[in-house]
């Protein structure tokens, strides 16, 4: 079931809600520069255990409307508030993959993790993707730099480049055409200004503030948010869980997607990893 909320600026956001009926609810914050579609292998078998699996499209992305502005982290987890608030989510398992993680750990600081019971970060970008004076993990600021200007000037050649890296396990050339559309439904200026947020912010007060049961699972192989970033994760979040994944990239949801399903269910029923 989808349809439209609007946030407070007036930009409607596309929802997709399955199985609304679900005893547990799981809401998904997807990574740049995809949308909901990206957790399809989840949607295909979470609800058939019971889950209701709430996929949103980040302004800018997807079906989302796509404003020229609002892409810091402020705005982006005031927006997931908004969407919690309207659809009266409570008790819920907050979900982010790559950026989505960073956008789950602002909403937790800013919003004092209201209505989330447990919370699952997937390569999250954080506490910075990027390397700073007193950080010296994740990716090269150059490296970003490269990434908004070829954005810029040949997004669709970015979008494979990027593609190039996301995955650690084989992917037809299907997959990969279906992966590259995702990206391709976004706009430039939000794909190129995300880009930018990663630069200009971090989050390290915003993951000691979180006190919840928390999982980090993080592909061993990640070219795009270092593994590195998962162990220091587990490090500042008081009450965390790391998986490693071993036989995958940044995008372990697909890389080992049926391990994926079954660490995530057993962590939400408190269970062994």
């Known amino acids: 079931m989808g349809y439209y909320i609007m946030v407070g600026d007036g930009v409607n956001y596309y929802v997709e809600d399955l199985n609304p009926a679900g005893t547990k609810t799981i809401l998904f914050l997807h990574g740049w520069p995809a949308n909901h579609k990206l957790f399809e292998y989840q949607f295909d078998q979470l609800p058939k255990l019971g889950y209701r699996c709430i996929g949103i499209d980040t302004r800018g992305f997807g079906n989302s409307d796509k404003p ?69 993990y994740g990716l090269d600021q150059s490296t970003v730099e490269d990434i908004i200007a070829t954005t810029i000037k040949d997004r669709p050649q970015m979008l494979v480049n990027f593609s190039n890296m996301f995955f650690f396990q084989h992917i037809t050339q299907a997959f990969s055409d279906w992966f590259f559309q995702l990206g391709l439904q976004a706009a430039g200026w939000a794909t190129a200004a995300i880009a930018n947020t990663w630069i200009k912010e971090s989050l390290f007060d915003d993951l000691e503030t979180i006190q919840i049961p928390t999982l980090i699972i993080h592909g061993i192989h990640d070219q795009i948010v270092p593994y590195p970033l998962g162990e220091i994760q587990k490090k500042m979040i008081k009450n965390s869980v790391l998986v490693p994944f071993e036989f995958s990239g940044h995008g372990s949801f697909y890389d080992q997607k049926d391990l994926f399903n079954q660490v995530l269910v057993n962590f939400i029923k408190n269970k062994n990893y």
């Open 68 to 136: 020229f502005n609002g892409y810091d982290y402020d705005t982006l987890s005031d927006d997931v508030r908004s969407i919690v608030n309207q659809m009266k989510l409570s008790n819920f398992t907050l979900l982010g993959h790559s950026t989505g993680g960073a956008i789950a750990c602002r909403y937790m600081k800013r919003n004092n993790g209201f209505g989330v019971s447990r919370l699952v970060l997937c390569a999250a970008a954080a506490p910075s993707l990027i390397k700073r004076p007193d950080f010296p």
